[in-house]
């Protein structure tokens, strides 16, 4: 029997969960709610749970430190949480000390812009929402302070060269 803790963030909130390996099968518990589920691989990036009487497929593609998560229809995305360096993504990058030019992970159509320009926004609030291999990943400010420049509008087409946003570090 072996344990992992994990801090994660799905879909920009903070999880804590615990994974434990018993007699063949993972025991996953996030406080009080406890799954076990027997885990069966079908191919590289999918994957079949039981668990209660049901089967679900899942499927996962990892790029960089974010992984992709596709369950019954429903998507997600999943990082690692880094509280002390909040949640830069890969692209991101600081244009001075005080502020932050957001890039998207990877390849995609900008679905929705969730800020307006000169509005204050808080570490990882959602800033644009990307859709990428037909999953929406929501990208995230890694500081506290005010968007100062929007580059892209919804409908764009967008890769990890371009900056998305501004935001200065207030």
């Known amino acids: ?20 390996t018993r007699d063949g099968n993972f025991v996953v518990r996030e406080g009080r709610h406890v799954l076990e589920t027997a885990v069966r691989r079908i191919s590289e990036n999918e994957l079949q749970l039981r668990f209660g ?25 999943v990082s690692e949480s880094r509280p002390e360096t909040g949640r830069r993504g890969e692209g991101d990058e600081t244009t001075a ?11 995609g159509r900008v679905s929705k ?24 990943n929501e990208i995230s400010t890694a500081i506290d302070g005010v968007v100062t420049k929007i ?3 919804v ?4 890769d ?3 900056p998305l946003i501004e935001v200065e570090k207030r």
């Open 1 to 20: 029997m072996s344990v992992a803790d994990f801090d994660l963030l799905l879909e920009g909130a903070s999880r804590k969960i615990s994974v434990e």
């Open 53 to 77: 009487g049901r089967s679900v497929r899942v499927h996962l593609v990892r790029y960089g430190e974010r992984t992709f998560v596709s369950v019954d229809g429903r998507e997600f995305v």
């Open 97 to 107: 000390e005080t502020s932050l030019r957001v890039r998207s992970p990877m390849p």
């Open 113 to 136: 812009i969730a800020v307006v320009e000169g509005e204050r926004v808080r570490k990882n609030q959602t800033l644009v929402i990307v859709e990428a291999m037909k999953m929406e």
């Open 151 to 153: 580059h892209v509008a």
């Open 155 to 158: 409908g764009d087409l967008v």
């Open 160 to 162: 990890s060269e371009r």
